[in-house]
């Protein structure tokens, strides 16, 4: 297996909603990424787990709550988004803590 | 401050030509560079990597070539066909997990 899958493909949610993204690899990597790519602009990092531990937060806001609850497993955790927040989320993984990174297709997120 | 730069927003080429994909960067410590390649509804998947010891690697039609003193690289797909339209990024890491993307370049290969 070597994909990276994340669900919902979509999702659409006000400002008052409470939602999470998940994603999920079984090709054993121990690193696992979450990114933000707004439309025809490059993926920027949003956080990073190593070994299960959030080992990088790049400055995000706490409305998005990473979580990693095994090494198969991340979520992002979404509160009080603004329609600023409205982007596709991509999750990725890696072998170790560098190195090629495998992404998932994304889900694409309106916050209305 | 955009530390990794992708100056052409587009490209178009004819099927069977090369294709040439150019990046540059500002960090004289990235050490490793990757090409990740970008259908519209899809995540990026990753095409080909140079680690900076090397100035080239190739697979199959994909070749990168470093240039570390130019802060350069580049992606030469030969030949190009008409399934290698897409967003192509670059990306630059320091010896560590975070990448950083240039902006992209769209690909047309035009029959």
């Known amino acids: 297996d070597t994909e990276v899958t994340q669900t919902p493909k979509h999702l659409v949610m006000g400002m008052t909603n409470k939602k999470s993204l998940k994603c999920e690899q079984h090709?054993?990597?121990?690193?696992m990424y979450w990114y933000k790519q707004k439309a025809k602009k490059p993926p920027e990092l949003m956080f990073v787990?190593?070994?299960?531990?959030?080992?990088i937060n790049e400055s995000v806001p706490s409305r998005f709550s990473p979580e990693c609850p095994n090494s198969s497993l991340l979520n992002l955790h979404l509160h009080a988004l603004q329609p600023e927040d409205s982007a596709l989320y991509l999750c990725?993984?890696?072998?170790?803590?560098?190195?090629?990174?495998?992404f998932g297709p994304g889900t694409r997120l309106t916050v209305l | 401050d955009q530390q990794v730069k992708q100056n052409s927003p587009s490209l178009s080429v004819q099927e069977g030509r090369i294709s040439i994909l150019n990046c540059d960067y500002t960090?004289?410590?990235?050490?490793?560079f990757l090409w990740y390649k970008k259908y519209p509804a899809e995540g990026p998947t990753f095409l080909i990597s140079?680690?900076?010891?090397?100035d080239k690697n190739e697979d199959g039609r994909f070749t990168v070539f470093l240039n570390k003193s130019a802060k350069h690289l580049s992606l030469h797909i030969v030949p190009s066909q008409p399934g290698d339209s897409a967003v192509y990024f670059c990306a630059a890491a320091q010896g560590a997990q975070k990448l950083v993307f240039g902006q992209g370049t769209r690909l047309t290969i035009n029959p």
């Open positions: 090709m054993g990597h121990r690193a």
């Open positions: 787990y190593s070994y299960e531990k959030l080992s």
């Open positions: 990725a993984s890696s072998q170790e803590a560098a190195g090629q990174q495998f």
């Open positions: 140079i680690s900076s010891i090397k």
């Open positions: 960090n004289s410590m990235f050490d490793y």
